[in-house]
């Protein structure tokens, strides 16, 4: 037997590696849901954004001039929910804007997720998308047709970017981001499509059990990608380790482990160990991310997102709500 550490130390040791750099962004995958969609997803969705648009008005003076200037002549939006709520907090970020406070909320939310990309098909649908939502956000014939004919857009543009993730060896941190809000972002169009016809008469079946099938099928493709970006991190997560040795006596050299580095290399970033026995490469590395990918939250939370949406999904399509200016520009309550 070897005096290297046994696989229940490095198993140990890979559990106290995750602890210690829990709130290190080099070996923890940033791969999560971005927060202003979770935010306005839930059924709370509403309420989450009248609480955003009480607390600006509470904190930011000039607030509600700048925001009734953003909205133009409206006092009222119908239809603030999910996606509806999405584009009205981004109206609220423009607001906020305009009266000099700075904010990182869902107007940061496609640089957050996209960074330096510099051509996806995605964000490019996502922006239309947001952008004619809020040109037509009052005329809601138009509105249907724009969300029917770019979700279908997105939906193809999420095909191939999946395929090429899977199949073609273009996985990456950035790549699985972009398609998991991406697909994220897609259910909320389904949705608010499916609200917008329900409320005009049209049959809720036919919208529930499409985007049922939907998500599903996200669900399904959200394994497959999980599995390939697992492998894809083993493959990009390396270590590097060093050898120190001092002469005992004239003759002999005694030579011993010292430090291990870690290295990303995705990120170029690095993490040393003092304990150079424990420089196992994929004996430390697998353990580790095995770890990561059953215990950190992002990673978790993709999946119970998509499940979480499945299981609102009668009550998502169903609800109604609108967004009401708590005061008009001119200074009176609404």
Known sequence: MGGGPSHEDLMTYAVELYQKR?????????????????KYSGTDSNTALQAYSNEMVNLVPGFISSLGSALGAFTA?????????????????????????????????????????KASSVRDTLSECLRRHRMFIQNEDRLKGELRRL??????????????????????????????????????????????????????????????VAINLYLLDLDHLLDKY??????T??????????????????????????????????????????????????????YVFSNYEPILGLKRHFSDMKNNLNTLIHQHGSYILPFSTRGTRM
Not at 23 to 35: R, S, Y
Not at 230 to 235: D, V, W
Request: net charge negative; charged share 20%; with cysteine.
């Open 77 to 117: 939006v119908p239809n603030a929910l999910g996606l509806g709520a999405l584009l009205i907090s981004m109206i609220m970020e423009l607001a906020l804007k305009g009266t000099g406070e700075q904010s990182e909320s869902s107007y940061s939310m496609l640089r957050r997720v996209f960074g330096e990309e």
């Open 237 to 290: 997560t390396a270590y590097r380790g060093a050898i120190l040795c001092k002469r005992n006596d004239p003759d002999v050299d005694i030579c011993v482990a010292g430090y291990c580095a870690i290295l990303n290399d995705e990120k170029k970033c690095s993490y040393y160990i003092d304990d150079g026995s424990l420089c196992q490469g994929a004996a430390l590395i697998e353990p580790y991310l095995d």
């Open 151 to 212: 979700e279908q857009q997105l939906s193809n543009h999420l095909t191939i970017l999946k395929n090429s993730l899977l199949l073609d060896q273009q996985m990456s941190t950035r790549g699985f981001k972009i398609w998991v809000n991406g697909a994220a972002f897609h259910v909320q169009m389904l949705i608010h499509e499916a609200r917008l016809n329900i409320e005009t008469g049209s049959s809720d079946s036919d919208y529930f059990n499409a985007i049922q």
């Open 22 to 38: 829990s709130d290190d962004q080099c070996f923890l995958p940033d791969v999560g849901i971005d927060e202003s969609l979770l």
């Open 230 to 235: 697992k492998t894809y991190k083993t493959s």
